[in-house]
C-alpha cells in the first residue's frame, strides 16, 4: 500500500506568504476597527466619498501588503547577518514598519479613507498592531 502524506497549505512555500497576507489583514482589520469604534476622534475611518467599510479594506489591505512584502527583506537581513532573528527583533522591525506605514496610509486619507489624529495616534496603533501580528503570527508559525 503506498504510504499517503496528508497536505498542509503552510508547508508549501508558494502559499505561504499568501497565507501570511490573509492573517496579517484580518489581525490589521480587528485592530483598525476596534480602534475606530472606541476612540473615533483619533482614528477615522471613510470619507465623504469612501464608505466606512471600504476605508477600512484598503487601509488594512495596503498595510498588509506592506508587512508581507517587508518578510523577504527581513529574511535576507537575516542571511546576511549568519542567524535567525529574534522574536524581538522581528517585533523591533515590524513596530518599524507599521509606525512609517500608519502614518503613510493616514498621508493617503483622501484615496484610503483612513486618518488618524495625530502621530501619537500612529505609535498607539503601531505598538497595539505590532503585538498583535506578532501572535498571530507565532500562533501561524506553530501550525507548520
Do not use: C
Request: overall charge positive; aromatic content about 14%.
Amino acid at each position: 500500500m503506498a504510504k499517503t502524506k496528508s497536505f498542509s497549505p503552510l508547508k508549501n512555500p508558494g502559499i505561504v506568504l499568501v497565507v501570511t497576507f490573509f492573517v496579517l489583514w484580518t489581525v490589521n482589520a480587528l485592530i483598525v476597527y476596534l480602534s475606530s469604534r472606541y476612540f473615533p476622534r483619533a482614528v477615522v475611518l471613510g470619507t465623504a466619498n469612501i464608505t466606512p467599510g471600504w476605508a477600512l479594506i484598503h487601509a488594512v489591505g495596503t498595510l498588509a501588503l506592506l508587512n508581507t512584502f517587508a518578510i523577504p527583506f527581513v529574511r535576507e537581513i537575516e542571511r546576511v547577518k549568519g542567524r535567525r532573528l529574534t522574536a524581538k527583533e522581528w517585533m523591533v522591525k515590524y513596530f518599524i514598519l507599521n509606525f512609517v506605514a500608519v502614518w503613510a496610509i493616514a498621508r493617503l486619507a483622501d484615496n484610503l479613507g483612513f486618518g488618524i489624529s495625530s502621530w501619537r495616534v500612529a505609535f498607539v496603533l503601531a505598538l497595539v498592531l505590532d503585538f498583535a501580528q506578532g501572535a498571530a503570527m507565532m500562533k501561524l508559525e506553530k501550525l507548520k
